[in-house]
């Protein structure tokens, strides 16, 4: 049987290391797993019980609005005002989607076709890459590097810009960096969204870990830049800041041409996120203000725990200032094997799993990530399982 879309897709390589890890654990092997980012913290009591209760109205089971209730919308634009001082017109500049994949693969859909190009960071969460391949556009790697200065990535993304033909028409961006770990400060946006009104590009921003920033440091929106609205949409989600992940709940904001073009295409894909849910989102952004907060302590604390121990095995890197990741490089002793083999041995001689860079692209050879969704207690146990493992590191 023949298929559209999908033949190119090559296999799904993280699916081996999950594969790998049920292997182990149908040994009874305690595989402790860094491997996929899902938030194992439960989502504030308040979304669940607005859940139960709006469930039971059945006036809430109807269709609902592709574009969400208008309360929900209000509160994502209260949420940008209240936290990045950024207005928003909940009517014309926001629309809810059904978590960021669904908004930023349907948006792809209404900003590229066949011939057009798009600039994509690398490595990469998989579907900034897929979301513009789906659409018929080629895309163009723009790498992101863990050392790399704000200028630095200006820079190769002037470079790869004007080296393009045709010209990209959507630049994808998503800052802190999933899988790198890199953050910018505001200032670089501003740079990017000058250089965009000037060539008329669109700039899709995924602001997923808005709320993960450590050690002070706090990520900024691209709409906070002057001139933002005229040429960039952003994805804010309820997923990690809010520990909804099963729950499918996020919004996109900015540009009113772009969010009402997006508006136009999912009215005639689906009818929104379930009503109760919705409510339920809607209460929790305007009622459990302070829970990422408490979300960012938990995700810094798995990081120091985690970062503290690796470097101290002989596992030598920094620790990252944004995301639920930790972004490693392969140690030099077990370099030569690549990022699959080697994420590979952690599970079979470390019973640790973790994702190997290659799935997140050719710019992610070399690296494996650490998803923060074990707490400081398997953390530590999975330090002294490396610490048996990796014979050839020099640490304690």
Request: hydrophobic fraction near 40%; charge should be negative; charged fraction near 25%.
């Amino acid at each position: 049987m023949e298929f559209r879309r999908i033949n190119g897709m090559p296999p799904y390589v993280l699916g081996v290391i999950d594969g790998l890890k049920k292997d182990a654990r149908r040994t009874g092997a305690d595989v402790i797993d860094f491997g996929f980012g899902n938030p194992d913290l439960p989502s504030p009591e308040i979304a669940v019980d607005k859940l139960a209760e709006a469930a039971h109205n059945e006036r809430n089971h109807r269709y609902s609005q592709s574009k969400g209730i208008p309360k929900l919308r209000e509160a994502f634009a209260d949420l940008y005002l209240r936290k990045w001082n950024v207005r928003l017109d909940p009517e014309t500049e926001v629309i809810n989607t059904i978590g960021a994949k669904e908004g930023f693969s349907h948006l792809m859909w209404v900003l590229l076709g066949p011939g057009d190009c798009a600039l994509v960071p690398s490595p990469s969460y998989p579907i900034h890459i897929w979301g513009p391949l789906f659409a018929g556009a080629n895309v163009r790697d723009l790498p992101v590097g863990i050392d790399q200065t704000d200028d630095e990535f200006f820079d190769a993304l002037v470079e790869r810009f004007e080296s393009s033909w045709p010209r990209a028409r959507v630049i994808v961006l998503s800052f802190p960096h999933n899988p790198t770990t890199q953050c910018v400060d505001l200032p670089f946006f501003q740079r990017v969204v000058d250089f965009a009104r000037e060539n008329d590009v669109i700039v899709v921003h995924d602001n997923a870990y808005a709320d993960l920033g450590f050690d002070g440091y706090d990520p900024p929106s691209i709409l906070q830049a002057e001139g933002a609205k005229e040429c960039a949409v952003e994805l804010y989600s309820l997923t990690k800041s809010f520990s909804m992940a099963g729950w499918r709940v996020a919004c996109m904001a900015g540009n009113a041409e772009v969010i009402g073009a997006l508006a136009k295409l999912k009215s005639y894909l689906d009818y929104g996120t379930f009503q109760p849910i919705q409510i339920a989102a809607t209460v929790t952004l305007n009622e459990a203000q302070d829970f990422p907060k408490q979300v960012r302590e938990i995700y810094q604390s798995r990081r120091d725990s985690l970062c503290d121990g690796l470097n101290r095995i002989g596992w030598h890197l920094e620790k990252p200032k944004g995301t639920m990741f930790v972004w490693a490089p392969v140690p030099e002793p077990y370099r030569e094997m690549g990022s699959l083999e080697f994420a590979k041995m952690l599970v079979t001689d470390a019973h640790v799993a973790a994702s190997p860079g290659m799935g997140f692209g050719p710019g992610g050879e070399g690296y494996v990530r650490f998803a923060l969704i074990e707490n400081e207690k398997r953390t530590q146990q999975a330090i002294r399982n490396l610490r048996r493992a990796l014979t050839r590191l020099g640490g304690e």
